[in-house]
Each structure stands twice: as structure tokens, then as C-alpha cells.
């Protein structure tokens, strides 16, 4: 049963007033009945001289509010698995940037550590070749109690020779309490690795810090109006539908709320409506466009019923918007990888590298019930 339904056969439960079909509902605000419903004895009893509304435009009253109620539950459902979706794309790329300084460190500490045995082992041999030369003067005269008589002259003379070189050489025990003396073999390598470290938690700050948390919006147009034009348009489904509702013949740019990121990848799809072939312009541009009132200017890309059009020139007139068209837009804003590519009804009609700065999505529309409405929505992050 319908909850209107239900409104229109209430009856009246006030004793003696015999059950009658309640008729009418009081919005007197100083009435002190906790009972608000009114039957038609009730009109000059209970709620006498008080001001009632029928029933009938109460149950209208809630169904509409039932029914908006329904609408923003749906657009919250949306919206949600949006947000969800969006935030698996960015644990997603922070897990990679996670492996990616992992494995970049994990190399540069198995660099180190090799770097470091290198120079180890370079002390131990020189510290090696040294103490060989005294080693073998020892072992020259090893078993013999009393001098030797007749040793062998030639060989006992490269002994002494070797010897004589590293006079001045004299290596002492390396104490490795003494950490001054460790670091310092290590000091070169050890700062590198130090600024690495530091250097990816910097860029892993900024990236949470610059981009995560401003991506947490998802996509809606804003009701930002230029010069001494009015704003046309009536916007609905979370601010995502926008359709143009009054001053035909007049035609306004409908901008995003929010300004494109630096380097990411935003990929669009609208489903547009057309009315009686007027212009339509979908693109993006810089906040001046907009006084411009229409996509075909020198700081704005569009594709439109006329053709593809780029900085105020037309690229390609044999490719038209029409009515109930699907229109895809992929927009790269990477840094020096900037591309406006755009799709009607998944044919791809135009790629075209841009470097406007400061952009935001565009639409722009001239007759009265036209529209265009957000069918899905990404925003990607790229690396720097």
C-alpha cells in the first residue's frame, strides 16, 4: 500500500465523532492538540478556527518529499561508490609508489653495501701486503735456533727491500669502538643513502598532501555566472545534470566547480541533449572563456554542433554534435604530456595536445531544454 494511500483512509479516532473519514491535517502553530489530524466534526471542535490543509495536499507534500528523499538516497549510493572507487585508484598508485621506493632503496643499500666492502677490503690488502713482508722475514728464519749461516741471499734481500719501502708504514689495530673511524669510511655513501631516503619522503608528503585529499570531490558543475548574464541553467542529480531552462537564443558557459589538477588523467563520459540543432559547446577552457559565453575562443578547446574546435580554430567540420550523443573526454594535464582526446559514441574523433594552464570542464548551450548530464567519472593521478 502506498503511503498516500494510507493518509486518505485514516479516520478519525476522537470518541464521538463516529469514526469519520479524516479530511484535513492543522498547521496552526499555536494549536495544543497533539492530534493535528481533522475530521469534519473536528473543524468545529478540536480544531476550531484553526488553520488545516486537506489531506490530499499533505500526501502530495510527502510524496514529494518521499520522493526527493529517494532521489538523494540514490545519489548518495552514487556518489559513495564513486568516492570507493576513486579511492582504490589512489591506495592503488600509492601502493606502487610504496614497492617503487622500496625497491630503490633496497638497491641503493645493496649499492652501498657493496661500495662499503670494496673499501674495506682495499685496507685490509694494503694492511695484508704490509704485514706479509715481516711475516716472511720471520718465516725466513723459522727452525734455525742459532743464525743462519749461508740463507739465501737473493731471497732474504726482496724480503728487506719490501721491507725497507714501508719503513715509514706502520698499521695499528682498528678499534671499532671508535665510531668516528667506522663512519668515516662509510660517511660518502652513508650521506647519499640519507638524502634519498629523505628526497622520496618529501615527494611521498607532497603527493598526500597536494593531491589526495583534494580528490576527494567527486565531479559537479557550479552556478557561476559571467558578465551581466543570469545563470540559464537548473541543475539536478547532485549537481552532475545541467539543462538550460530559460532566455533562448542566449547562450552561457556552464563550468565545473573545481579546476583541473596538474598531472592527472581525467576521463569523462556525458550523454548530451540537443534542442532544435542550436549551438552546443563541450570542452575545456580558463575561466575566461566563460565571458566569451561560448567554447570557441584562443583559451578553450571544444568539441561542438559546427565541429572539433581548437583555440579558436576549427580543426574538423565533418564530426557534429546531435542529440542524445554519448560523448567521451579524456584530458591529460601532465606536465609536458598535456592531451585533449574526445570520443563520440566510442569513435574517437580528435587528439589534441594543449598547454593552457589553469582549465576546467566547459559546456555551453543556446536553446531552452538543452542539457547535458554525467554518465561516469575518474581522476587518475599521474607521476611527476
Not at 245 to 257: C, N, P
Request: charge should be neutral.
Amino acid at each position: 500500500m502506498e503511503h498516500n494511500d494510507e493518509l486518505n483512509n485514516l479516520t478519525c479516532q476522537i470518541r464521538d465523532h463516529s469514526n469519520l473519514k479524516i479530511i484535513g491535517f492543522c498547521i496552526e502553530e499555536n494549536c495544543q492538540n497533539k492530534n493535528k489530524f481533522a475530521c469534519q466534526e473536528c473543524f468545529f471542535d478540536n480544531h476550531s478556527g484553526h488553520k488545516l490543509i486537506k489531506i490530499e495536499k499533505l500526501s502530495e507534500i510527502i510524496q514529494a518529499k518521499l520522493k526527493n528523499y529517494k532521489n538523494y538516497i540514490e545519489e548518495e549510493k552514487k556518489n559513495n561508490e564513486l568516492y570507493a572507487k576513486y579511492e582504490n585508484l589512489q591506495m592503488n598508485y600509492l601502493e606502487q609508489l610504496k614497492q617503487k621506493i622500496n625497491a630503490e632503496l633496497d638497491d641503493k643499500i645493496k649499492k652501498f653495501k657493496e661500495k662499503s666492502n670494496l673499501k674495506l677490503k682495499g685496507i685490509i690488502n694494503n694492511s695484508d701486503k704490509i704485514n706479509n713482508n715481516i711475516k716472511n722475514y720471520e718465516e725466513f728464519f723459522v727452525g734455525n735456533a742459532a743464525p743462519v749461516q749461508r740463507p739465501d741471499a737473493i731471497k732474504l734481500s726482496e724480503i728487506c727491500s719490501s721491507i725497507y719501502k714501508d719503513k715509514d708504514i706502520f698499521i695499528e689495530k682498528q678499534d671499532i669502538k671508535d665510531s668516528n673511524k667506522i663512519k668515516h669510511l662509510y660517511e660518502d655513501s652513508l650521506k647519499s643513502l640519507e638524502n634519498f631516503i629523505k628526497s622520496q619522503y618529501t615527494n611521498l608528503s607532497k603527493y598526500i598532501g597536494n593531491n589526495f585529499l583534494e580528490f576527494k570531490s567527486t565531479f559537479s558543475w557550479c552556478k557561476k555566472t559571467y558578465g551581466d548574464y543570469g545563470f540559464f541553467y537548473e541543475l539536478s542529480n547532485n549537481n552532475t545534470k545541467a539543462i538550460k531552462k530559460f532566455s533562448q537564443g542566449t547562450m552561457t558557459v556552464l563550468r565545473s566547480k573545481e579546476m583541473l589538477n596538474d598531472n592527472c588523467l581525467y576521463k569523462l563520459r556525458f550523454k548530451i541533449g540537443l534542442k532544435n540543432v542550436g549551438d552546443y559547446d563541450l570542452g575545456i577552457g580558463t575561466d575566461r572563456t566563460g565571458e566569451s559565453c561560448w567554447l570557441r575562443t584562443k583559451e578553450s578547446i571544444c568539441i561542438s554542433n559546427t565541429g572539433v574546435i581548437n583555440l579558436d580554430i576549427n580543426m574538423d567540420n565533418s564530426v557534429k554534435l546531435k542529440d542524445k550523443d554519448i560523448v567521451d573526454l579524456e584530458i591529460s594535464t601532465k606536465s609536458g604530456n598535456k592531451y585533449f582526446k574526445g570520443y563520440i559514441n566510442n569513435k574517437l574523433i580528435c587528439l589534441i595536445d594543449f598547454d593552457i594552464k589553469d582549465i576546467f570542464i566547459m559546456a555551453a548551450m543556446r536553446n531552452v531544454g538543452s542539457y547535458i548530464d554525467l554518465e561516469s567519472y575518474e581522476a587518475i593521478p599521474l607521476n611527476e
